[in-house]
T-cell receptor
């Protein structure tokens, strides 16, 4: 059974640009959550999607957004990138709470 | 306000000895706790979990203890092996309405097992 797949693995962007990250959950999992990991803050919850609906959102500015498609694949978008957005972005898929299975993450570097 | 705290950023243990990683929480609404292990440049890997109605859960070399009155949990690894060297995250879950849920993570403890 394939795990959670995140693409791309690495990304370098310039301040002010926007970026889109993709996540394919484990087959059959309908819940997809996104987390940001930075050295100082640990893993912080961004948002969760279930059946194409955002069910919960963390304390991040509106520049961070996401969506989920009918096949449960999810994308997150960050607009007007700032240096502080450099982080490892992790996607997790779940069949039933509370266990979540994580992908390998996308390392975003903003220069 | 950090609801899940791992107060030890790092821990070094000799191979074969016991590793004890600690986690404290403040939110009494948490009803499920999980431990994840993370290697650099990889996503966290689920290790073991415990429901708030239990005080102990065991899986091979890994045991998690929960003390609800103290709002404290710990992960015991016995015996410790060099391959256990990684960052360990404690996470807690509370139902957050509309069927949604999110995990609240501690900042992690880096375990180094010395051969």
């Amino acid at each position: 059974k394939a795990g959670v797949t995140q693409t791309p693995r690495y990304l370098i962007k310039t301040r002010g640009q926007q970026v889109t990250l993709s996540c394919s959950p484990i087959s059959g999992h309908r819940s997809v959550s996104w987390y940001q990991q930075t050295p100082g803050q640990g893993l912080q919850f961004l948002f969760e999607y279930f059946s194409e609906t955002q069910r919960n959102k963390g304390n991040f500015p509106g520049r961070f957004s996401g969506r989920q498609f009918s096949n449960s694949r999810s994308e997150m978008n960050v607009s007007t990138l700032e240096l502080g957005d450099s982080a490892l972005y992790l996607c997790a898929s779940s069949l039933a709470p509370p266990e979540a299975f994580f992908g390998q993450g996308t390392r975003l570097t903003v220069v | 306000d950090q609801q899940v705290k791992q107060n030890s950023p790092s821990l070094s243990v000799q191979e074969g000895r016991i590793s004890i990683l600690n986690c404290d929480y403040t939110n009494s609404m948490f009803d499920y706790f999980l431990w994840y292990k993370k290697y650099p440049a990889e996503g966290p890997t689920f290790l073991i979990s415990i429901s708030s109605i239990k005080d102990k859960n065991e899986d091979g070399r890994f045991t998690v203890f929960l003390n609800k009155s103290a709002k404290h949990l710990s992960l015991h690894i016995v015996p410790s092996q060099p391959g256990d060297s990684a960052v360990y995250f404690c996470a807690a879950y509370a139902y957050s309405g509309a069927g949604s849920y999110q995990l609240t993570f501690g900042k992690g403890t880096k375990l180094s097992v010395i051969p």
